[in-house]
């Protein structure tokens, strides 16, 4: 049986204990929440109350926007530096 790789699709404060854990996502739409603090287990399948409510309080990571290439207009490439000499008077 292969497994399915999960997305994590943000962070929620655990059920439990109170300390920031990871939402998984799988392909199906389940959810998995798995506190390394206090070893408690959430599952949530998609289409239940539970899901609904732990996705209300998901908080997702900002999208970071790609950075604006300036335009390169009449640029003239950098010179490459000269080859190191190589030491004189080694035996080898």
Not at 26 to 52: M, V
Not at 65 to 74: G, H, K, L, Y
Not at 80 to 89: D, I, L, Q, V
Request: proline share 14%.
């Amino acid at each position: 049986m292969a497994i399915r790789p999960k997305t994590q699709i943000g962070t929620i404060p655990c059920l439990c204990c109170g300390q920031t854990v990871p939402v998984k996502e799988a392909e199906n739409g389940t959810i998995n929440l798995s506190c390394q603090w206090c070893d408690f287990p959430a599952y949530a399948k998609k289409g239940t109350e539970a899901h609904r409510r732990i996705l209300a309080n998901v908080k997702r990571p900002e999208p970071v926007a790609a950075p604006v290439a300036a335009p390169a207009a009449n640029t003239v490439p950098a010179p490459t530096p000269a080859p190191a000499r190589k030491p004189s008077g080694l035996m080898f």
